[in-house]
């Protein structure tokens, strides 16, 4: 299809499309002569990928671009593509490629308390950007006085484990299990958050209801 085709398939402007194909979002079209290029199916998923991303989720450009490089790597692998959509979709930043540095102490605590809860769920224990992720908000809490129990972060992970354990469509193109993931983690997080502040919301009101009948 040609330019216009393509615009008017996936209700984007030709502003737009030339815009993310000069950003290197969108790759180019395959040449039919010196003015022309056509555009297939994979155009028109990246262009549904772009607009999932910048309308449900928020990403900006250079986000957006971030994964787009992933899955155009062809030495990244589709758990690389997952990794990077779910942190993306979660708004926490993907795994750096830099070797990471040597764990101070307060680290170093945080992986194993991670690692605990991981092994008490039966999580195969790889290095991740989920992974680094949880570490690194556990450390930050215990820094900030807001340390949490054992017993409470095996709570949490076994009610995550049942949560997480669901079924997430990762099938199709690549692209499409990009979409899938970020927008799923975006709106599974959102979801998860509201249902822990409904829920404090109401032991609150229980609780000071229980205050002023004594």
Do not use: C, F
């Amino acid at each position: 299809m040609k330019l216009s085709a393509l615009a008017a398939a996936t209700g984007t402007s030709t502003a737009s499309i030339k815009y993310y194909l000069r950003a290197g979002l969108l790759p180019p079209g395959a040449k039919r002569n010196q003015t022309t290029a056509v555009y297939d199916d994979s155009h028109v998923e990246r262009l549904e990928l772009i607009a999932a991303l910048r309308q449900l989720v928020g990403l900006s450009i250079e986000q957006i671009g971030t994964l787009t490089a992933v899955i155009d790597d062809p030495l990244a692998s589709m758990l690389d593509v997952m990794q990077t959509a779910q942190m993306l979709g979660g708004g926490l930043p993907p795994l750096s490629a830099d070797s990471p540095a040597a764990p101070d102490a307060r680290t170093a605590a945080a992986e194993a308390r991670v690692t605990s809860v991981m092994e008490a769920q039966g999580w195969p224990d790889a290095p991740s950007a989920a992974r680094a992720a949880a570490t690194s908000v556990v450390a930050e809490m215990t820094e900030l006085g807001l340390e949490v129990s054992d017993e409470y972060l095996q709570l949490i992970g076994a009610a995550v484990d049942m949560i997480s354990g669901s079924d997430l469509d990762v099938s199709g193109s690549r692209d499409r299990m990009a979409m899938h993931v970020a927008v799923g983690t975006h709106r599974y997080s959102r979801l998860v958050l509201a249902l822990l502040q409904l829920g404090q919301t109401s032991h609150s009101i229980a609780r000071a209801g229980e205050h002023t009948d004594r």
